[in-house]
């Protein structure tokens, strides 16, 4: 049974092919070391080991078992022998999570470690999963790292189910970080030891099949980016020679030495006309309409530049270096994964192309009940229609891959609407890794339209591997608002050293997790500033396809999202949700299946090249928040309403109606504790009784693996600072030339793939910006 371009992988020729990317991208461990005591990381090791356990292989000798083509039974048996001990996994975990929790929530995850260095705290921490500690192998009080097997998954097993949300959280971010870690890692020739297994290619056929001359091509931004943390002790002569005025602000010395900033010889001052902190679809918008208007721009990016030719396309590395917090970041309590972009072009350099307007009844509400006229006005309809005109947002599709040929023909049997999705990408781009980034530059990301509109004037800079610590603010006498904008304070990556940048007007388009998290660390105090934060929770469903089975492909080829459906439990006009399909590579698929045991994860993967998806992506009703502790760092709160987990359940018992319609043998959700339903031959009353308990089990941060790709609404606009964070030009209410240019800024959830609508207001907040910096010409 097969699968063509995973059959005999050769590992150095995958080296030879992807040195040529970015250094970054081919550097997979987190750079920092863990804490943990000897104690707590033996547990965490054997925890590791329990997730990615090292098994005999699956057959005897002789006996048929279904293998994928091009794969051998010498192959499976290497990769069910590895365990997560084998690769170092258990190293880069405890590292991960040094980087990827809170303090207080890594102290308590150590506390549960520090326990399972017991045997009395691993018996009581297995009580809590409602585990019979009578049913281990004797002795029965042995800590963690001494049961048997059998007995670690049953505590493991136990904790997915505890009656204690806590424990099933708990559960969900061993389970999640354990899989990522072992199925994304790369040896020095950029190979991970399952791959051959399960037949996956490792890296896209774009960049298997780049010639030298690929990587001569010029890079679209050229020299109007500059890598702040590279050009060291020359940024300042650097700035000077693109015509920034780089004199020292005294006024922003004196503040910083208030603020506690220390004072270094090679900071950087420059002055320009606005800064805009982001340069993902808000802020690559923002650039552009500014620099058209003959305004010097500077935008501040956090993370670093990467050219379609320098994109690797390897997992591990690219989620570690293109992702916030490398892909895993979550909300406190790790209820919901929370994806969200760190690269120029931000979101729209790892996102799945998706490009839908915002819909006119998304539109009636935030004109009706929000009082923005905006959106219902013809400077809307056109700003929307220039964006779509901008990043090429056209309907059609040469070829639809086999995640959306089984949407659309398990929707067709079962007489559901469904239809394709536009894109800003040409019909023919068939591509499944564009997640991590486009290694044809065929997407079009910000990095590739907007950004090189705003440096082809020749007044925009890119400033990249700098993060944005502060937003200056200060007396504004005459003005109508207390404080009006001065500028921004930006540690370059690696610290110590910081850039000053004074302007007339500061634009803030970190995303909806970023914003509220600098507008409240630079000392803004209205209430709403990140609150209402939406997510559009989604989770996932999937069907497995045998070879022979369903349509032709594997489900990492082609186009990620070109088919849809809407949720049917709720009417077109409510708060609902789509099916959609996503992409799952190896890491991601094993942090959000389900998990039953280390040869259950095995042989979910071995099944991984046709296994397809289907998502539900829901409107959420509900709102989260967003602040920061005494230590001044995110904390992201969030917890699905009843409304929203009702569309979500019934969104997954749709989407796994259609997975059987279309052929699936076996069906599943991300549910904790789910069961894998094998639909081959089921009567319709076995399949109604499963999908039952699907019902039964529900549906929230706590019972499932909820993600969020879409971050929206934490600084919301609206008519009154009483209820919205900025006025209806985008413009913070309690600062004069402060603006927001993200999804922050939307009232609610829009319910669709956001990028659009996030570009479009973005234009038409530009032009109020534009308004204001006019009465700074002389």
């Known amino acids: 049974m097969g699968i063509g371009n995973g059959a005999g992988i050769d590992e150095k020729k995958i080296a030879k092919l992807v040195l040529h990317a970015h250094p970054s991208l081919l550097r997979w461990a987190p750079p920092c070391k863990h804490n943990f005591t000897p104690a707590q990381f033996e547990a965490l090791k054997a925890v590791c080991d329990t997730i990615v356990p090292s098994l005999p292989p699956p057959f005897k ?67 809590v999963g409602r585990v019979n500690i009578l049913t281990f192998k004797y002795p029965v009080f042995r800590k963690f790292s001494r049961l048997p097997l059998r007995d670690q998954e049953k505590v493991l097993r136990g904790w997915s189910t505890s009656p204690l949300p806590q424990f099933r959280l708990l559960f969900k971010a061993f389970k999640s970080v354990g899989g990522w870690a072992f199925y994304s890692k790369v040896n020095e020739y950029g190979y991970n030891v399952s791959w051959k297994a399960i037949g996956y290619p490792g890296v896209a056929p774009e960049v298997r099949n780049r010639t030298e001359a690929d990587y001569k091509q010029p890079r679209p931004l050229g020299d109007a980016h500059v890598d702040a943390k590279e050009a060291g002790a020359g940024l300042k002569s650097i700035l000077a020679s693109k015509g920034f005025v780089v004199e020292e602000v005294e006024s922003f010395r004196s503040q910083s030495e208030k603020l506690g900033f220390s004072k270094n010889d090679n900071d950087v001052y420059l002055q320009c006309d606005a800064v805009v902190v982001g340069s993902g679809s808000g802020g690559g918008v923002m650039a552009a309409a500014l620099a058209k208007q003959g305004f010097k721009v500077v935008v501040l990016e956090k993370g670093q ?26 909300t406190d309590d790790g209820g919901v994964a929370l994806i969200a972009g760190k690269s120029v072009g931000g979101g729209t350099t790892i996102n799945w192309s998706v490009s839908l307007k915002t819909p006119q009844n998304v539109r009636d509400e935030w004109a009706n009940e929000h009082g923005l006229d905006m959106f219902n006005s013809e400077r809307y309809d056109k700003a929307t229609q220039a964006v779509c005109d901008r990043i090429s947002v056209q309907p059609n599709v040469d070829k639809h891959s086999i995640q959306n040929i089984i949407l659309r023909e398990g929707c067709k049997k079962l007489g559901y609407h469904h239809g394709t999705l536009s894109r800003n990408c040409a019909s023919d781009h068939y591509c499944g890794w564009c997640t991590y980034g486009c290694p044809t530059g065929k997407k079009q990301s910000t990095a590739q339209t907007w950004l090189v509109d705003a440096v082809n004037t020749g007044n925009a800079l890119i400033l990249s591997n700098c993060t944005a610590d502060y937003v200056f603010h200060g007396a504004n006498p005459g003005g109508v608002k207390g404080s009006k904008a001065q500028g921004v304070a930006a540690t370059i990556v690696g610290g110590p050293n910081r850039v000053y940048i004074k302007a007339n007007a500061t634009v803030v388009s970190c995303g909806a997790l970023m914003t509220p998290v600098l507008l409240l660390k630079s000392g803004l105090k209205n209430p709403n500033i990140g609150k209402y934060l939406r997510l559009h929770p989604a989770s996932t469903c999937y069907g497995y396809f045998p070879e022979g089975t369903g349509p032709e492909g594997r489900p990492y080829e082609g186009g990620i999202m070109t088919e849809y459906a809407p949720v049917n439990f709720r009417k077109p006009t409510e708060y609902g949700g789509l099916l959609e399909t ?41 709102f989260g928040t967003v602040e920061i502790d005494k230590g001044r760092n995110p904390k992201i709160s969030y917890k699905m309403s009843k409304y929203d987990q009702e569309t979500t359940v019934a969104g997954m018992v749709q989407s796994l109606r ?34 039952n308990r699907v019902e039964r089990r529900g549906a929230s941060e706590t019972t499932a693996q909820i993600i969020s790709a879409h971050q929206l609404g934490s600084c919301r606009m609206g008519t009154s600072p009483s209820t919205s964070a900025a006025d209806p030009r985008g413009e913070i209410w309690e600062v004069e030339g402060l603006f927001v240019g993200d999804g922050s800024v939307l009232p609610t959830a829009p319910g669709v793939n956001p990028m659009v609508t996030i570009q479009s207001v973005a234009f038409c ?12 010409k002389i």
């Not at 599943?668 to 076995?686: H, I, T, V, W």
Request: negative net charge.
């Open 658 to 691: 259609v997975l059987v319609a279309a052929g699936a043998v076996e069906v599943g959700s991300q549910q904790l504790g789910a069961e894998r339903f094998n639909a081959k031959g089921a009567s319709p009353s076995d399949i109604e009784a499963y999908l």
């Open 61 to 127: 000798d002789g006996e048929a078992f279904e293998l994928m083509r091009g794969v051998t039974a010498e192959d499976v048996a290497r990769f069910y022998e590895a365990n997560a001990s084998d690769e170092g996994v258990a190293e880069v975990v405890a590292a991960s999570l040094e980087v990827l929790v809170r303090p207080v929530v890594l102290k308590t995850m150590l506390q549960v470690l520090s326990l399972l260095s017991t045997g009395w705290g691993t018996a009581l921490l297995a009580v």
């Open 765 to 776: 907040t530009a032009e109020h910006i534009v308004q204001y910096l006019n009465k700074f």
């Open 582 to 622: 996503g992409v799952f590579h190896p890491g991601a698929f094993s942090a959000f299946h389900a998990w039953g045991s280390g040869a259950d994860n095995k042989e979910r993967l071995l099944r991984h090249g046709r296994t397809s998806h289907i998502t539900v992506v829901v409107r959420d009703k509900g």
């Open 305 to 330: 530049y990467f050219a379609a030719q320098d994109m690797s396309t390897l997992e591990g590395p690219t989620l570690l270096n293109m992702f916030e917090k490398m892909g895993a970041m979550a």
